[in-house]
């Protein structure tokens, strides 16, 4: 008999915090089996989005009705550098906040003084092509590849107040442009042929002494130079070095490259100002005074991102609800790195690209150098009676009168009609029946396109708008895989092919380091994409990195601890970063583990399905045979570190032998994967089955508990995760009620954050919002529940709730990629309520079966190549 091992610490810890959260929500959802969506566990303070799709301006609103703006380049409110939050002398109370509908983001905040109530809605005012700059001679290129730090990456491009310099000069050797990836990159908009006199400038205000940070900086045209601006002027000191470089290659542009030296103290570059002459330098002195920058052909302030001209308004109605006489005095806060009021066009400045201009502004009261309230003329409302302020918030050089009351209305109807009838966004894929998961997935999609930028000319899909403004290769797989599903293949492979940049010398990705599950992510990524677009000939064009990577994931398991007969990750992988809930980068703490594992098996599996349908049968075999004995590997040491939950649940911890005592849910992330998409487990492989039985143990409001980073905390799209492992499981009703619990942990603005308190348990809170790994997460569950692609096979309606299924209802997917062909499904409900009618287009490449789940239970097969349609009663479910 096996003697498992009772871990005392984690069992007593379970049972006194979890107890009463799990009996209680145990004792909800046996009698609330599908509730509706109304945000009963959202998180108590969010943030919205406002801004157009794929605009470099992220402007947010707070829940009070706050703009924020400009994140991550000074220490403001919640890290952005632009705050404004309009207000009454006296205060408000808060009442609520709601989009205007869940395409439209118009944010409607409802607040109370007294009698009146207050309605502010603020949106963006859509551009006309005459508001929009001609685009800029001299632009940066990029983003940071790899920033990263406890809570994510920090996409910091530029740095206000980086130097005070000590002698008159333009203010933009004020601010710099950095990097932590070790690249500043321009590009310098030309004529073809012309020389072009390149000036760049910069103010050291970090490094003192010479040699600490060099840099090479490459103008096309001529060999790379190495530069020292401390050691050629000293710190905080104003330097310029001039290049003449010209368009070599004839591509419309010269290439200006500014590098951190490697080996340096400080290997980050650095760039405070650049100029281009196409004649003659003017002199030097000059340049450095400002004196020149309108002779110059492009002038670049590196350290302030151009912004493309934006205009957004805040519409504010206030109601006397009451009997007598309101007096109200408005005023607006105000917060940047300075702020000023400039009487004469009665405008607020606040920072480098905002100006908010309104009716009459009565007194400014200067609270510190960022902070300062405006207060505005007071005025009464008789009882019944309405007034309306309108905010107009000017940013990027835009330069326009204030929006008018009278103007306000038409201009809100035109963005509404942009977003209801132009934003070129794949929203009617998927047609569902409630319209509160309808809207949940129309908001997720708006978000994902809101969060992306344009870079380098090619559609760049990020997590979020503010901490994770970037794309690693985890979240990105999945956001890559939710664009296919919805029929944007091409968006998708922009950013696969991004992603692919990063691939080392030795085959491998390491966008973070140690975090060798990359590779696998990468196989899966790729393979999975050529699969759901049948494209053969795309999928050849990466194959060779492919391969790259595969022999990469091979090499990995001869090294280090891999290579220990006494380690207990011998023959398997180096230890390697987890993340997800457990921090195992201390000396004391790095142990081996099972996420990195888990991926990388997902990936080589991936790739031999690829090999195979490429018929590359030798390379498969090869592959397969490598395969199965890191597979049977694992297994073997599986069952060593098998153990039970406090409820006697038979579990795999992530962390090999336990060594870190960890809760038995924390960072199962990676197992839930290997279920689903990985396919790794058959259903009745006891890993499944236990490690399953002890995540179901913990749920509170129906969502695994203190998985994630967060202690007591939920990990809101770990629901997804944990939603796909149960379906692949067989468990379809359990599935999509995940589904319904995970949309009731938005926002009512139906953003989610990455971790919160369950309900009442506090206000912390973890990473980005709108957080849209969760969006694309939500899209990929609420697709696969209705159609799920199991080998050769496509089942549907596995996880089809009874409530979808009431009189006149219909469900549709609308072209919906699978590794089919593009899926065309319809299921309608008659008007009586008691027949159902399932159609299916026939799909155009392999399939084997398309297996029809009914409700009552039991299945119905169609001919792939047919199609055809099933008939079943739902009174009693049968057909």
């Known amino acids: 008999m096996k003697k498992w091992p009772i871990v005392f610490g984690f069992a007593l810890l379970l049972l006194t915090i979890n107890d009463e959260l799990v009996a209680k929500q145990k004792k909800k959802n046996e009698s609330d089996a599908f509730p509706t969506v109304d945000f009963r566990y959202s998180i108590p303070w969010w943030q919205t989005t406002v801004s157009l799709p794929d605009d470099p301006d992220k402007v947010l609103v707070g829940k009070e009705g706050q703009i924020f703006a400009d994140f991550g380049l000074s220490r403001g409110p919640r890290g952005f550098n632009t705050f404004i939050h309009s207000d009454v002398v006296g205060g408000t109370e808060w009442v609520s906040q709601s989009l ?25 005012v859509i551009p006309s092509e005459h508001n929009n700059l001609h685009p800029p001679r001299l632009v940066r290129l990029g983003g940071e590849k790899r920033v990263t730090g406890f809570d994510g990456p920090k996409t910091k491009r530029v740095r206000y107040g980086w130097a005070p310099p000590q002698i008159a000069c333009d203010p933009a050797f004020q601010d710099a442009a950095v990097s932590s990836d070790g690249l500043i990159e321009y590009a310098l908009a030309v004529e073809k042929g012309p020389v072009m006199y390149v000036v760049i400038g910069f103010c050291e205000g ?47 542009k010269i290439d200006i490259r500014i590098k951190g030296v490697t080996g340096s103290k400080n290997p980050h570059p650095m760039c405070s100002v650049i100029w281009a002459f196409a004649e003659k330098v003017p002199p030097l002195e000059r340049i450095i005074a400002g004196l020149e920058n309108d002779t110059a052909y492009a002038f670049a302030n590196c350290g302030h991102e151009r912004l493309p001209r934006r205009q957004y308004v805040s519409k504010i109605t206030y109601s006397n609800k009451g009997d007598s006489t309101a007096h109200l005095t408005p005023k607006i806060l105000a917060e940047s790195d300075f702020v000023r009021f400039d009487r004469m066009r009665n405008t607020l400045v606040i920072g480098h690209n905002t100006h908010c201009q309104t009716t009459l502004i009565a007194s400014i009261d200067v609270n510190s150098r960022r902070r300062f309230t405006a207060t505005l003329q007071p005025f ?3 009882p019944g009676m309405s007034e309306t302020l309108v905010l107009t918030i000017n940013r990027g050089g835009f330069e326009t009168e204030p929006v008018s009351q009278h103007e306000v209305t038409s201009i809100q109807k035109n963005a509404v009609f942009f977003w209801e009838k132009k934003a070129d966004l794949p929203y009617d894929k998927i047609q569902v029946p409630d319209p509160g998961i309808q809207n949940m997935l129309d908001a997720s999609i708006r978000n994902i396109y809101q969060a992306r930028d344009i870079k380098n000319g090619l559609p760049a899909f990020h997590v979020g708008p503010t901490h994770y403004r970037c794309l690693w290769i985890v979240d990105g797989a999945f956001l890559l895989e939710a664009a296919t599903l919805l029929g944007r293949a091409d968006e998708a492979r922009a950013g696969i092919d991004y992603m692919m940049s990063f691939q080392q010398a030795d085959g491998g990705f390491q966008l973070k380091d140690r975090y060798w599950k990359e590779g696998g992510l990468v196989l899966w990524a790729v393979t999975r994409h050529a699969f759901l677009t049948q494209d053969q000939q795309w999928l050849l064009q990466h194959w060779d990195n492919l391969k790259r990577v595969v022999a990469w994931i091979q090499n990995l398991r001869t090294l280090e601890g891999a290579a220990d007969p006494d380690a207990p990750e011998y023959r398997l992988l180096p230890w390697g ?131 994630g980073w967060m202690q007591d905390g939920i990990w809101t799209y ?42 009442g348990q506090g206000h912390e809170e973890v990473g980005d919002m709108p957080h849209n790994w969760a969006s694309a997460e939500f899209i990929r569950l609420a697709i696969h529940v209705l159609a799920l692609d199991r080998g050769d096979e496509l089942h549907l309606l596995e996880g089809l709730p009874p409530q979808w299924l009431g009189p006149g209802m219909e469900t549709a997917l609308n072209g919906v990629a699978t590794p089919f062909g593009d899926l065309f499904l319809n299921l309608k409900i008659d008007r009586t309520g008691e027949t159902a009618t399932l159609s299916v287009e026939p799909l155009k490449e392999r399939c084997k079966a398309i297996v029809v789940h ?26």
């Open 100 to 124: 205007l509908s869940a395409r439209v983001p118009i944010l409607r905040t409802k607040r109370r003084a007294g009698s009146v109530d207050i309605i502010e809605e603020t949106f963006t």
């Open 206 to 252: 970090e490094v003192a002494k010479k040699g600490e940070r060099p840099l090479n900086i490459t103008v096309e045209g001529l060999e790379p130079q190495q530069v020292d601006p401390v050691g050629d002027a000293g710190q905080n000191l104003p330097v310029v070095y001039v290049f003449q470089g010209n368009d070599r290659n004839n591509d419309g």
């Open 380 to 382: 009464t409302l008789e």
């Open 577 to 707: 970063d987890i993340d997800g809930g457990i921090n195992n980068y201390h000396k004391d703490e790095r142990k081996g583990e099972y996420s990195n594992i888990y991926w990388s098996l997902i990936g080589m599996k991936s790739a031999i399905q690829a090999a195979t349908w490429l018929g590359e049968n030798e390379t498969a075999k090869k592959w397969q045979h490598q395969f199965d004995d890191f597979y049977a590997t694992f297994q073997t040491a599986a069952q060593r570190d098998l153990r039970p939950d406090p409820y006697g649940n038979i579990y795999l911890p992530i962390i090999m032998n336990d060594a870190l005592q960890a809760l038995p849910q924390r960072a199962q992330w990676s197992f839930c994967h290997a279920v689903y998409p990985g396919q790794l487990f058959a259903q009745e492989n006891p890993i499944v089955v236990g490690t399953l039985n002890m995540l179901k143990t913990t749920e509170v409001q129906g969502m695994v508990f203190n998985t």
């Open 718 to 759: 770990f629901a997804s995760f944990y939603g796909h492992a149960l379906l692949w499981q067989g468990e379809g009703q359990k599935a999509v009620r995940v589904l319904y619990d995970f949309a009731n942990h938005a926002a009512p603005t139906m953003v989610w954050r990455e971790e919160q308190k369950p309900v």
């Open 854 to 879: 009914l409700p009552g239970g039991g299945v119905e097969q169609l001919l792939p190549e047919k199609g055809g349609q099933v008939t079943f009663h739902v009174s009693s479910n049968e057909k």
